[in-house]
């Protein structure tokens, strides 16, 4: 089971960390990704996390902005988003899968645990 947190309302350029926890079991997915929504719009890759390597990937839209890591011993990734604009704000969701591939990161069909969901509001 994943657990998202840590969102709320930011003014743009200011910065908010996301959490990720895993209950249950062991962790130890092959990826874990963050993955956000807009009203209107389709769920969209921001980034992910390779956890035996550690190795990061992200959009586009988040490259030098957005950094994912992770505590193994909490189990939890975290998403350090920084310069936060207008246009991030959504709802954000982490998932998880033991599978997944490195072709299929970005795809939201890969990965098979989602936790619930945490609003990101960023002010002009």
């Known amino acids: 089971q994943l657990q998202a947190s840590g969102g709320g309302l930011v003014q743009a350029g200011g910065s908010l960390r996301l959490s990720c926890a895993a209950s249950?079991?062991?962790?130890?997915?092959?990826?874990v990704a963050w993955f956000r929504q807009a009203p209107g719009d389709e769920r969209e890759f921001v980034g992910a996390?390779?956890?035996?390597?550690?190795?990061?990937y992200y959009s586009e839209s988040v490259k030098g902005r957005f950094t994912i890591s992770r505590d193994n011993a909490k189990n939890t990734v975290y998403l350090q988003m920084n310069s936060l604009r207008p246009e991030d704000t959504a709802v954000y969701y982490c998932a998880a899968d033991p599978s997944v591939i490195h072709s299929n990161l970005a795809s939201r069909s890969a990965y098979a645990y989602w936790g619930q969901g945490t609003q990101v509001t960023v002010s002009s």
């Open positions: 996390i390779k956890w035996r390597e550690r190795r990061t």
């Open positions: 249950g079991r062991t962790f130890s997915p092959r990826a």
